[in-house]
């Protein structure tokens, strides 16, 4: 699947709501049947095994879905712009064995934002 992107950006696990670096031009997810490939800065390939935790992140005109990687203090952040593109990625990456956070976890359920 790809994933059409508003932007993305690349955070630290510990400061949830601050991005270092941001890409509006030509950033990139792709979702395979055994990785998944991004691009903030540069191109990355990563299996779905070391994704440590997918996040929901919600700010005013943005929907987010937040990759954290296992033994990684940065985060790869995807900004979808749409509800519903967010929850079908994040529902893509749980069927892929990704966990989920809280939250993430709620904005699937059919009460959830």
Not at 53 to 61: F, H, I, L, M, S
Not at 64 to 86: D, P, Q, S, Y
Request: aromatic content about 12%; some cysteine.
């Amino acid at each position: 699947m790809i994933v059409t992107l508003e932007a993305a950006f690349a955070g630290f696990t510990f400061l949830p709501w601050f991005a270092w670096a941001s890409n509006s031009l030509n950033p990139k997810l792709i979702l395979y049947a055994d990785h998944v490939e991004y691009r903030l800065l540069r191109t990355r390939t990563r299996p779905y095994g070391e994704i440590a935790r997918v996040d929901y992140r919600k700010a005013p005109g943005t929907e987010n879905v937040v990759l954290e990687f296992h033994g990684a203090k940065m985060t790869f952040i995807a900004n979808t712009g749409l509800v519903g593109r967010t929850k079908e990625v994040i529902t893509l990456l749980h069927q892929h064995g990704c966990p989920l956070s809280e939250r993430a976890q709620a904005f699937l359920l059919p009460s959830g934002p």
